[in-house]
DNA sequence: CACCATAATAGTAATGATTATTGTTATGGG
DNA sequence: CCCATAACAATAATCATTACTATTATGGTG
């Protein structure tokens, strides 16, 4: 066999589209009925199925983000994020990983350490703006 | 009324007593099976239950971190965490919060920074062990 | 001490995100 | 054109957590 029988469907490029085009690091039913207007039977599992098959090949970044959801992203070079404590948006933050860190992490503790995020909390731009009006 | 109707019932005491001795930062059904010992009959959701009111009022902390379940911790005092990506377990990594970081953040987006975690992934010294002789 | 309002409980049902299953459809190489 | 199989839609199952309900325990007050 020529390929390695990945086949670059409608399904999928619709998904992979919609999560280049937003910046907001969307859950799987986010993406699913932003998705629907290019195919509208397309199932939430499908949904699921290429998110999870998709990162597995390295193509797009799965992030375990607190909160219940999972989120997704176009962006797979490591950075940090920043969560909304309000709506739980998640957006990035303009940072480079730190190695150092992870060596003061070892330091202090029996692990071998493979790597570190950082998650931030705050509140962003919309529910700020959301508070002062509402 | 004198007190604010906190009743520190035997359920309570277990559960809190349990937390207080592991330094796992165990999962709501890891306290179940501990405090099973002390009070055979006492019901998952009176665990969770509890999990909520102590951590609302403060007692202990309930760490949000990635994967699919809470995890409860005794120390109230804001630290970061470590996490085996084998077993999921979480310990504490030995360094307090660095408010830097936080500055940095609310350089680099619109967001109102509340607070942050860090992270880490890793091996615990249990898995590297069962690594070695598995 | 007995009463009573109510905090807390055990047991169970419901929820919500995710994963697995199943039968069908679509695709592309030979 | 055919066939193996990747991928699909639809739906059921799973797992952590939360909500509900009827019952029990507790502690202050008369």
Redesign the interface.
């Known amino acids: 066999m020529t390929s390695d029988g990945f086949r670059l469907t409608r399904q999928r490029r619709a998904i992979l589209d919609e999560l280049r085009k937003v910046t907001s690091h969307p859950t799987a039913d986010e993406l699913y009925e932003a998705v629907r207007r290019q195919c509208p039977n397309i199932s939430l599992g499908t949904v699921y199925r290429n998110l999870e098959t998709m990162s597995a090949n390295g193509i797009i970044r799965r992030i375990?983000?607190?909160?219940r959801q999972m989120r997704f992203d176009a962006d797979i070079e490591p950075h940090?994020h920043?969560r909304?404590?309000h709506c739980g948006r998640v957006?990035?933050?303009?940072?480079s990983t730190w190695d150092r860190?992870?060596k003061?992490?070892?330091e202090?503790?029996?692990?071998?350490?493979?790597?570190?995020?950082?998650?931030?909390?705050?509140?962003?731009?919309a529910c700020?703006e959301r508070e002062r009006s509402g």
Request: aromatic residues 8%; negative net charge.
């Open positions: 375990d983000v607190a909160g940090y920043i909304c404590v957006d990035d933050v303009g940072s860190l992870e003061l992490a070892s202090s503790t029996e692990y071998e350490v493979l790597g570190h995020t950082i998650e931030f909390t705050g509140v962003c731009p700020k």
